[in-house]
């Protein structure tokens, strides 16, 4: 089980900032959203939350992907990716709208699922995910 540490709560929150800006927009239901996140679990106050939430430049979504693949580890626990799930897709559900970047962000988080997973560690699927993503793409 992971441990409850703040750094991992920072983890976890910086993880959840990029998800909302994975559609290249960070929407002001989905800010509200994560400011009042934030302060129930006396986040406001770290600089690097602080900073995240306020910023106006995007966070990168291979940045998103790379943190959510460093946050789940190789070998994430049931419980550990169902509250990530649920706690990404609430922030991607706070604007009432999931638009196609998200939709993949979902897509991909469910690919995760260590029920399915079977000798393939997170990375992997991920990297695997995303160049299928850019051949589609390109």
């Known amino acids: 089980m992971v441990k409850s540490?703040?750094?991992?709560?920072?983890?976890?929150?910086?993880?959840?900032?990029?998800?909302?800006?994975?559609?290249g927009e960070f929407q002001t239901a989905e800010r509200e959203y994560l400011h009042k996140l934030a302060a129930q679990r006396n986040l406001l106050?770290?600089?690097?939350?602080?900073?995240l939430l306020s910023s106006t430049n995007p966070i990168e979504s291979e940045t998103c992907y790379q943190w959510l693949s460093e946050y789940l580890g190789a070998h994430p626990t049931i419980e550990n990716y169902q509250s990530l799930f649920a706690e990404i897709a609430g922030v991607l559900y706070a604007d009432g709208y999931i638009d196609t970047e998200e939709a993949k962000l979902l897509n991909q988080l469910q690919e995760l699922d260590p029920s399915k997973i079977n000798s393939r560690s997170a990375l992997?699927?991920?990297v695997s995910s995303i160049r299928e993503l850019y051949r589609k793409d390109h």
């Not at 703040?6 to 559609?23: E, G, P, T, V, Y």
């Not at 106050?45 to 900073?51: C, D, S, T």
Request: charged share 30%; hydrophobic share 50%; no cysteine.
């Open 124 to 126: 992997d699927i991920i």
């Open 5 to 23: 540490t703040a750094s991992n709560d920072q983890k976890l929150f910086r993880l959840l900032i990029a998800a909302a800006w994975i559609d």
């Open 45 to 51: 106050e770290q600089p690097e939350i602080k900073f």
